[in-house]
T-cell receptor, first 112, second 114 residues
Framework: DQQVKQNSPSLSVQEGRISILNCDYT??????FLWYKKYPAEGPTFLISISSIKDKNEDGRFTVFLNKSAKHLSLHIVPSQPGDSAVYFCAASETGTYKYIFGTGTRLKVLA | DTEVTQTPKHLVMGMTNKKSLKCEQHMGHRAMYWYKQKAKKPPELMFVYSYEKLSINESVPSRFSPECPNSSLLNLHLHALQPEDSALYLC?????????????FGPGTRLLVL
């Protein structure tokens, strides 16, 4: 049972435009969500997080939106840059469980 | 400093070998994690240590043996592995592991079992 899903395996965006990556979850007990960027054969790099008491968090070009009623979160990257090309994972955790559940990833390609 | 280091970067071992992976962090984090990641798949949790005690073992085969000698170090001892164990092994750490924390990952060890 995949508790965290990223339904788009890949996404291509022109440089300078907005990239929107989506993530859905099923467990209503998740209360903290994170986005990671990953290059091949490297560890995930933390980008941005959001707790369930917020609906938006912004850090530079990256903004994460959380819609708890829809159990949906999204990552917006504006403007997109070629260096943003990577695989993006969302992850969710539930306080007290020690576990972080990762989505299947979305490969973002930013075209110059 | 949000650095988690892992050694070695690459490891090739035979099915009868014994080897160890090492992970280190100096952020004062008290929770440390081992993940396994296969190509085009998300990281899969293997073990969690909190305050140097094993908190979670995700039904990992006994040929993988974790060890947490102190709050900064995490080892993964490997013995009699199978070719299907070839993967990227990731170490991560977070403040305490209890909740609403960011996990920081190391660069991983790329393991090939022949």
């Amino acid at each position: 049972d995949q508790q965290v899903k990223q339904n788009s395996p890949s996404l291509s965006v022109q440089e300078g435009r907005i990239s929107i990556l989506n993530c859905d979850y099923t467990n209503s007990m998740f209360d903290y969500f994170l986005w990671y960027k990953k290059y091949p054969a490297e560890g995930p790099t933390f980008l941005i997080s959001i707790s369930s008491i917020k609906d938006k968090n912004e850090d530079g070009r990256f903004t994460v939106f959380l819609n708890k009623s829809a159990k949906h979160l999204s990552l917006h990257i504006v403007p997109s840059q070629p260096g943003d090309s990577a695989v993006y994972f969302c992850a969710a955790s539930e306080t007290g469980t020690y576990k972080y559940i990762f989505g299947t990833g979305t490969r973002l390609k930013v075209l110059a | 400093d949000t650095e988690v280091t892992q050694t070695p970067k690459h490891l090739v071992m035979g099915m009868t070998n014994k080897k160890s992976l090492k992970c280190e962090q100096h952020m004062g984090h008290r929770a440390m994690y081992w993940y396994k990641q296969k190509a085009k798949k998300p990281p899969e949790l293997m073990f969690v240590y909190s305050y140097e005690k094993l908190s979670i073992n995700e039904s990992v085969p006994s040929r993988f043996s974790p060890e947490c000698p102190n709050s900064s170090l995490l080892n993964l001892h490997l013995h009699a592995l199978q070719p299907e164990d070839s993967a990227l092994y990731l170490c991560a750490s977070s403040q305490e592991g209890w909740g609403m924390e960011t996990q920081y990952f190391g660069p991983g060890t790329r393991l090939l079992v022949l």
